[in-house]
Each structure stands twice: as C-alpha cells, then as structure tokens.
C-alpha cells in the first residue's frame, strides 16, 4: 500500500518554464488537496478536490492550475514559472470522514531559478 | 475566516522534560482540532485529535484537550525523547453545510531535543 506519491521529488525550473506535479493515491480517498510549504509559513492550501471531476481555489491559488480528471490522481500545473514559486508542495488526501485524518506524500521540493 | 496561532519556536528541551506547544485558534463555526507531526525530509502524520469541546486526544504519550471557552488546543507531553525531535503542526478544520473545510495550520513549531 503505496500511500500518497509525489512526482517528481525534486525539480529545478527556470523562470517562465512550465511544469506539472503529479500526486497519486492508492486508497480510495474522495478529497485530494495540494499545500505549499514556506519558512515560517506552515502549510497554505493552494487548491483541492472533493471527487473526480471536481476542484476548487484554496487561500494562495494564483498562478497554479489543477485538474483531477481520475479519482486516484491530482495534478498540480505551474503554467509560468516565478522565483516566488520557490517552495515544498505536499499533497494529501483524505476520506469523506476526515476523522481518520489526511495522509499526506512526503513533497516536492521545487526551485525557480 | 478561521485561523490557528501556535507558539513560535524553535524549542529546545533536555531528554525527559515537559513538553507544552501552545496552540489557539479562531473559528466561525464548530471545528475539529488536530496536531499533526513532521518528520525531517517527510510528510505531516496525524499525531492527534478531537472533534469536540472537552476532548481529548492522545497519541505516543502526547495529550491535547479541546477547550472551547479559551479556544486552545496545546498539545503536552511529560517526557520527551530525542526521538520527539520533529515539527509539530496544529491545525483546524471547521464545519459547513457543504461539509467539513480543508485543514488550517497553524505556522508550526520545531522541537529538538538533546540526550
């Protein structure tokens, strides 16, 4: 059982480059989210999904876009690259009872140069 | 909108001293408490929770009571172990009609401590 997946782990992009970031989960989770990581942030929602076919804006979701076309996948796509970006990425998911917590993938880690 | 306040850190502490992490939080309607834990060089795992006034959640000898009329939810262990080093994330999820709201955190506060 597989969990979360991130891919990639790490990626370096210059500005202007566009990328997407692949979240995937093995366990049948309704809700997906994709979080941004900062130094003395914590952890800012940029968008997320509640089922297939689905997603909506989080509190930072400007110059990201998603699509969550498949239940077990997320997609996360930086269509313009900005040093600003700079940034860890996690993605979690979770069932429709979020008692049982979010699970998380162990991040990305993205640079803009 | 709902936001969630925890002490800053980092916080350092010798083997099997007291640990509190202060965590308060504002909410417009009912939420849910959690503190989550990260690891170095992973994800945040749920450590623990409680959906209600009063509770209290627990997990690896880590404690935390939901205490609606001070809205605060500081996260307490007795005894800490080098391997408690990690950061610590309270967070908050609040009710709505359309269901529960994604996670708020708070900025976390990293704990190391030394044998």
């Known amino acids: 059982n597989a969990g979360v997946t991130q891919t990639p782990k790490f990626r370096v992009l210059k500005t202007g480059q566009s990328m997407t970031l692949l979240c995937a989960q093995d366990?049948?989770?309704?809700?997906m989210y994709w979080y941004r990581q900062d130094p003395g942030m914590g952890l800012r929602l940029i968008h997320y999904s509640v089922g297939e076919g689905t997603t909506a804006k989080g509190e930072v979701p400007d110059g990201y876009n998603v699509s969550r076309l498949k239940k077990q996948n997320f997609l996360l796509g930086l269509e313009s690259a900005a040093p600003s970006q700079t940034s860890v990425y996690f993605c979690?998911?979770?069932?429709?009872?979020?008692?049982?917590?979010?699970?998380f993938g162990s991040g990305t880690r993205l640079t803009v140069v | 909108g709902d936001s969630v306040t925890q002490m800053e850190g980092p916080v350092t502490l010798s083997e099997e001293a007291f640990l509190t992490i202060n965590c308060t939080y504002t909410?417009?309607?009912?939420?849910?408490l959690f503190w989550y834990v990260q690891y170095p060089g992973e994800g945040l795992q749920l450590l623990l929770k409680?959906?209600?006034?009063?509770d209290k959640g627990s997990n690896k000898g880590f404690e935390a009571t939901y205490r609606k009329e001070t809205t605060s939810f500081h996260l307490e262990k007795g005894s800490v172990q080098v391997s408690d080093s990690a950061v610590y994330f309270c967070a908050l999820s609040d009710y709505a009609p359309s269901g529960n709201t994604p996670l708020v955190f708070g900025k976390g506060t990293r704990l190391s401590v030394i044998a």
């Open positions: 979690a998911s979770r069932l429709r009872d979020q008692n049982y917590g979010y699970t």
């Open positions: 366990m049948n989770h309704e809700y």
């Open positions: 909410a417009t309607g009912y939420p849910s």
């Open positions: 409680a959906t209600k006034a009063d």
